[in-house]
């Protein structure tokens, strides 16, 4: 089945820097990418998502490229700031398929 | 609408005892999910509904597990003869579409079992 590796565990930034956390899966029918923000006592919640067909997509101040052939993707935010400070998941998914395989996630923090 | 709500948002049960979980999706949403997140880890995939129809179970959901969504609305998960190892978030998500895009979670159950 799939297998998603998330690189790093924890990242901590100055405020206004940019951060970038990497994912990698195994198999390479999985098309579909979302990643997710998880806060303290709050369910992970959506911020993008990128499918095989796309190798990059920008929302504001976030980012996510996907490299199909190395079967990897990362998240670029820039400009950070301290309400970014929060848990950060990966996921992968196959097509048809309704399961989101996730990353071990990235506990981000942002240094005023 | 206000989101996919979960209840109760903590629950600490000892050891032996049954739990029951309940999750109301967005309404107009016919897909509905089950997760498990332990401490430290991403969510882990345990069942799928379509409408009231359970669709997928992963091997995760052990025969103390079991699920239902009755009338396609809300569903419930409930976990028999609790043990230690059953302390975890579970989330529940719902879709208004096909594949695994445009989940929403909830917030979660907490369960402790001491």
């Known amino acids: 089945g799939e297998n998603v590796e998330q690189h790093p565990s924890t990242l901590s930034v100055q405020e206004g820097d940019s951060a970038v956390i990497k994912c990698t899966y195994s198999?390479?029918?999985?098309?579909?990418f979302p990643w997710y923000k998880q806060e303290l006592g709050k369910g992970p919640q959506l911020i993008i998502d990128?499918?095989?067909?796309?190798g990059e997509k920008k929302d504001q101040r976030i980012a996510v490229t996907l490299n199909k052939t190395a079967k990897h993707f990362s998240l670029h935010i820039t400009e950070t700031q301290p309400e970014d400070s929060a848990v950060y998941f990966c996921?992968?998914?196959?097509?048809?398929?309704?399961?989101?395989?996730f990353g071990q996630g990235t506990r981000l923090t942002i240094n005023p | 609408d206000t989101g996919v709500s979960q209840d109760p948002r903590h629950k600490i049960t000892k050891r032996g005892q049954n739990v029951t979980f309940r999750c109301d999706p967005i309404s107009e949403h016919n897909r509905l999910y089950w997760y498990r997140q332990t401490l430290g880890q991403g969510p882990e995939f345990l069942t799928y509904?379509?409408?009231?129809?359970?669709?997928?179970k992963s091997r995760l959901l052990s025969d103390r597990f079991s699920a239902e969504r009755p009338k396609g609305s809300f569903s419930t998960l409930e976990i028999q003869r609790t043990e230690q190892g059953d302390s975890a978030m579970y989330l529940c998500a719902s879709s208004p579409r096909t594949g695994a895009n445009g989940y929403t979670f909830g917030s979660g159950t907490r369960l402790t079992v001491v």
């Open positions: 198999d390479s029918a999985s098309n579909y």
């Open positions: 509904f379509q409408n009231e129809a359970q669709l997928e």
């Open positions: 990128i499918r095989s067909n796309v």
């Open positions: 996921a992968a998914s196959m097509s048809g398929a309704q399961k989101l395989v």
